[in-house]
């Protein structure tokens, strides 16, 4: 009888808990889980500024266009960052007075269109020697052209998309006003 008790199986054996391969497979199982979350968050943030990158350049390509077909009207691109939700937004304008009105009130802007969540941040660099500028609610990037060349009337020479793990940049070629993204 002794025997029986401490032998596997047995009455007095207390199998209530778990084996270590359970253990192993649980541990195993969570990493997986975690490392997967950990991925797809980064994919989301990376399709943002993806996102962002591709609107702002359809933008650009499509005012340039603009521009130079209907030589008597001014386009502006307006790239702004909202306060309320920290989010980018773009508008494009057909008077440079129709800009002081930033919430898209004025009937000569266009409908704001979100480019970019809170995730991402959006700089600037000017022609002009200042250096790289970082959007915010107070310094929007205004882009133009002009109308007869299509060279850009703004002296920008590239837009930087980032977040954590990439960084897209559109560099701006201001005598041509054509602009390749990187």
């Not at 359970?22 to 979350?37: F, R």
């Not at 790239?79 to 494009?92: G, L, N």
């Not at 800009?99 to 002009?128: E, F, H, M, W």
Request: charged share 20%; with cysteine.
């Amino acid at each position: 009888k002794i025997l029986n008790l401490f032998s596997y199986g047995g009455k007095g054996m207390n199998n209530n808990g778990f084996s270590l391969v359970e253990l192993m497979i649980v541990i195993v199982i969570s990493a997986l889980l975690v490392g997967g979350t950990a991925i797809s968050i980064r994919i989301l943030t990376y399709a943002d500024v993806e996102k962002c990158a591709e609107e702002t350049d359809s933008a650009l390509s499509k005012l340039r266009i603009d521009a130079m077909s209907k030589g008597s009207l001014h386009y502006y691109l307006l790239i702004q960052k909202d306060a309320s939700d920290e989010s980018y937004y773009m508008s494009v304008a057909t008077s440079k007075v129709a800009i002081t009105d930033l919430n898209g009130a004025d009937t000569k802007i266009s409908l704001r269109k979100k480019i970019g969540s809170s995730k991402i941040t959006i700089t600037y660099d000017k022609s002009d020697g200042t250096g790289m500028v970082t959007l915010g609610e107070t310094n929007p990037l205004m882009i133009s052209y002009i109308s007869n060349s299509g060279a850009y009337e703004s002296s920008y020479k590239q837009i930087l998309m980032k977040s954590d793990s990439k960084t897209i940049t559109i560099n701006m070629v201001t005598k041509t006003g054509k602009h390749y993204i990187e």
